[in-house]
């Protein structure tokens, strides 16, 4: 054992971590949070791999080392703790989150002495104890329920839906492949690191398509979406808040964005399969309907209608369905004009309600 023999069975390994670590301090679009959560995962798989190198050398040995439980206590631990982190930072869940990846180190660490996960014969053959499978338990449960964390979050498109069950299953695989294969160990933390790696891409690509005030998809991700799926776009609808500017001038710009969050979240909210809401200007959003039919539409209208209902805030909004052509463009000039209509109508009102009092 030698730190030449770790770097000769690590490099790739190291190059992996050493360059999440260089994107992730030159990267602007994440919060000090995701920043702090990349960093973690570096450190953690960092260990995880010093350990591994130094237990299956100690496993090479022909008498059992207390060493050696205590570095598969650790093996054991940490994966959880490297799940349950992305769960805590970049979902931002509750610290009880944390609470079955400790309750499980704490009962990997009684193991040394006890046995019940794991334990060695004096001859330093590995035997699983009666909760042996605990570990593997745990890793599952957590890849489930961060799987469905990010299926809620990034499930916006079709495409968006690869990378996560892409992420899900090699998790699983990783955590199984252990128990049904030998020597399968030294390729863990490399595997992992890779998993790290497509998630901070995957992360980094979600941000950059969407508005960070609102959390809609952005303007670019609207004009990306009309130019891939223009043959399936059903109808679009344009919605436009109604009074941004007296609020902003009135009650200040902070009250303003919390309006425009408010009525995203609405908005949002109301969507159904294959529907897509955008942000494409100051107090300006969008929906595309695909595969859709008119009474799908006129139903989307209504629920976000009856959702902004329940806020302090108003908008104005209108429909156009797509010809046949995909006349992406058009549709929306037709949207846009009945969207128009019903906002002049609200200035018409709103005034006159003004010049009575």
Known sequence: MSFVGYLDDNWALILLLVALAILNLTTVHFSKRVVLSVFFAIGLIAVLSVVEYIEVWLGQQATYSIWRAILTALKYSIPPFLLVQIGFFVFRQKIYIFLPAVVLF????ISVPTGIVFYFTEDNVFVRGVL????FIVDGLYVVYLT??????NSKTARDLIPTIFLAATIVAILILPILTDGFDKWFCTAIAIDTLVYFLFYLQQVTKTDPLTTLLNRQSYYSDISRSRMDIFAVVSIDMNGLKVLNDTQGHLAG????????EAISSSLRFR???YRIGGDEFAALCLQDNETEVRA??????SAIAMTPYSISIGYAIVDSKGAIDEAFAK??????EEKKRYKRIHEAEIGSR
């Open 275 to 277: 529907q897509r809401a």
């Open 257 to 264: 964005d919390k309006a425009l969050a408010t009525i995203a």
């Open 300 to 305: 989307l209208v209504a629920r976000i209608r």
């Open 335 to 340: 949207a846009d004009a009945v969207m128009y």
């Open 106 to 109: 704490i009962l990997c660490l």
């Open 132 to 135: 042996a499978y605990l570990p």
């Open 148 to 153: 469905f964390l990010m299926l809620r979050q």
